[in-house]
């Protein structure tokens, strides 16, 4: 895959909660006295003396590692004349190895963090960041400063209450790339990623479904992006009636309504492709009358970071404001909870598709609440330009214990005819969120039959996907058919692409800071300005 720059016009970002928190800023040599540390991450240093911005470095660099030899592949705050760097502190970041086939640029990122927490143990309140350039990793220094950034995030509830910052500035110092653009495109990113954390981060109460819907409506108030906000429990028992269901329990509290958010961004000018999203919004999943026990209910604030992806890369759209992409998306948010209204076991709701679904378990929830969006995207595609659906949700553990904390993607006929999953898989493997591709087949789809007369298709089954055999595979497969995607197949008269993307916890742990993925991978597949496909 070849990269090259194209140019695309920046809406200056409107001054409200969302802002960084500090200042993000690009230099082009280190002899700024402004700045009180240098944080250099790199492979080799060697490579250094490649670089008439950092050739300064190199000789006390090597001096000190002639004395401490270990340094070269750790993190060290190391002491330099002042000549050479008036700040006179250099945090010297070794990778280690990334060249054997078990490497990744992930490193890159993985390092920088670390290096910026020991810079603000050091008490560096204005650094400036360089990367040394790795062939191998094209996207090398996006990666690395990523990874920087992510330290400087502060949490939603940290920030509303106490107005706390980590920085006052950050400056990059790009070896590879144009000082500008990268800067603005590390803006673009992270204030997506701000916005995916604090919707996937915050507790059940900070973020009831009400809540996310005020929190959205914010955001994009002024912005490029339209917003529509479904909040009238009949609208949504009639329209969305699997949703509903979800949510039946904990209508008794006001903030606990359903919200259905929808999001549009349409360019100026010609569209060439359609995306439509639909993202899960589980506010907390105690997974209903099927309760879950023995702990595993703790961390199920984050089981709506489907949604806070969809909003996050709506966030990027009206920030980069890309031409020739029309992208729509459904913010499904329910709470599962557990009351006398629950929806329960061997329940037969007629989806909004006309299919009878069985429902085998509620803890089950997120492949119901997205199926109703789904099938109205589905409606909606066949005027669309090139449409290509989504479905965005941690939705299984079995993806969890096959993948780890990396993002599986499904794609139906249409879309796997278009070789989707490995162009996306070359963007996400260059930008640090690797993916992993799984195929469909028939048991996937036979799997999903309804047992009874009385139904058409089956929820799931009464085990958790964990012991259920290709228990990641089967909902994708149920989403197709009780949405009637199946009758878009490469076989009908008009094939609609779709692909199912189950996060699993690729977002990382509850209750660390989450990393927003396959968020950048999203954002370089099909908006970042500075990336343009040659013969993929």
């Known amino acids: 895959m070849a990269l090259k720059f194209t140019r695309l016009f ?59 030899d270990g340094a070269k592949n750790d993190i060290t705050l190391i002491a330099i004349e002042k000549p050479v760097l008036p700040s006179r502190r250099v945090i010297y970041a070794g990778t280690g190895p990334v060249n054997r086939d078990q490497d990744d640029v992930r490193t890159y990122g993985n390092v920088a963090e670390k290096a910026m927490k020991l810079a603000l143990k050091a008490g560096m309140k204005s650094a400036i960041f360089a990367t040394v350039p790795n062939e191998k990793y094209p996207e090398a220094e996006m990666v690395s400063a990523l990874g920087a950034l992510h330290v400087l995030y502060v949490p939603l509830n940290i920030r509303e209450e106490e107005n706390i910052t980590k920085a006052a500035n950050l400056a990059v110092l790009p ?3 144009d000082p500008e653009l990268m800067r603005k495109s590390l803006e673009a990113i992270e204030m997506a990623r701000i916005v995916s954390r604090d919707i996937g981060d915050a507790d059940p109460e900070r ?21 529509n906000i479904t909040s009238d429990e009949s609208v949504i028992a009639k329209e969305f009636p699997l949703m509903s269901a979800v949510n039946r329990a904990a209508n008794e509290v006001k903030d606990h309504k359903a919200r259905l958010i929808w999001l549009e961004y349409v360019p100026e000018g010609p569209i060439e492709e359609t995306i439509m999203l639909v993202g899960k919004g589980v506010t907390i999943d105690t997974g209903g009358a099927d309760v879950k026990t023995d702990g595993h209910m703790f961390g199920m604030c984050r089981d709506k970071y489907g949604s806070a992806i969809v909003a996050g890369f709506f966030r990027a759209l009206d ?22 209204h629950s929806y329960t076991t061997d329940e037969i709701i007629r989806a909004r598709s006309g299919k009878r679904i069985h429902i085998y378990n509620t803890d089950a929830e997120g492949r119901i609440t997205m199926l109703d969006p789904l099938t109205r995207m589905r409606e909606l595609a066949v005027t669309e ?59 996937d789809y036979d799997f999903m039959d309804a047992e009874c007369e009385c139904a058409d298709v089956r929820q799931g089954n009464t085990k958790p996907s964990v012991r259920t055999v290709r228990g990641h595979q089967s909902p994708a497969a149920f989403l197709i058919k009780a949405s009637r995607l199946d009758e878009y197949g490469t076989d009908s008269s008009h094939p609609i692409k779709f692909t199912h993307v189950d996060m699993g916890s690729a977002m990382g742990d509850h209750p660390e800071i989450s990393r927003p993925n396959p968020l950048v991978a999203f954002i370089s597949r099909y908006l970042f ?8």
Not at 47 to 57: C, D, P
Not at 401 to 408: D, R
């Open 175 to 177: 070896l590879s790339k």
């Open 529 to 536: 300005f500075f990336i343009d496909v040659v013969d993929l």
């Open 10 to 68: 920046f809406r200056t970002i409107m001054p409200n909660l969302l802002q960084l928190g500090f200042k993000l800023l690009s230099v082009e040599h280190i002899n700024q006295p402004e700045y009180d540390g240098l944080i250099v991450v790199s492979h080799s240093l060697d490579a250094l003396n490649k670089y008439e911005q950092l050739r300064s470095l190199y000789l006390p660099l090597k001096n000190y590692m002639s004395l401490n």
């Open 207 to 227: 973020m009831t479904p009400a809540r996310v819907a005020d929190y959205v409506k914010n955001v994009f108030e002024g912005s490029s992006v339209k917003i």
């Open 319 to 340: 920030i980069l404001r890309p031409k020739g992409i029309k992208v729509v998306g459904y913010m499904a948010m329910v709470r599962n909870s557990i009351g006398a």
């Open 385 to 443: 330009k090139n449409p290509h659906l989504f479905t965005i949700a941690t939705l299984t553990g079995h993806e969890v214990m096959s993948y780890g904390l990396i993002s599986a993607l499904m794609d139906n006929g249409p879309a796997r005819a278009s070789h989707h999953a490995e162009k996306f898989q070359q963007f996400a493997d260059d930008f640090g969120q690797p993916v992993e591709i799984s195929r469909l087949h028939k048991e």
